[in-house]
Nanobody, 123 residues
């Protein structure tokens, strides 16, 4: 089973930056596509960004394009989400998830999930 652990969340002022990490263990990370999702209180989980197992293809939600960057280092078994120009509406619990290539933006397509890390953007 692929185990995923997120880190790097916290509080940041609007306009600030954070880098989230997703550390993988248990199975070979380079066999899986990885997605970042977020869920704010009272809202459904939404897709943020995804990357294929090679790291050659990425996808982003329109709301974060140009501000967030997903990347992966399979040698370190880690996936990153660099977040810049953060807005209060980015406040949520961010989770990484592993699935087969082509899992896309639907959370139901992903097999393995981390516990999530809280990101709070406020003045």
């Amino acid at each position: 089973q692929l185990q995923l652990v997120e880190s790097g969340g916290g509080w940041v002022q609007p306009g600030g930056s954070l880098r989230l990490s997703c550390a993988a263990s248990g199975l070979a990370l380079d066999s899986y596509a990885i997605g970042w999702f977020r869920q704010a209180p009272g809202q459904e989980r939404e897709f943020v960004a995804g990357i294929n197992w090679r790291g050659t293809n990425t996808d982003y939600a329109d709301s974060v394009k140009g501000r967030f960057t997903i990347s992966r280092d399979n040698n370190k078994n880690t996936i990153y989400l660099q977040m810049s120009s953060l807005k209060p509406e980015d406040t949520a619990v961010y989770s990484c998830a592993g699935g087969f290539d082509g899992s896309g933006d639907s959370p139901t397509n992903y097999l393995y999930w981390g516990q999530g890390t809280q990101v709070t953007v406020s003045a």
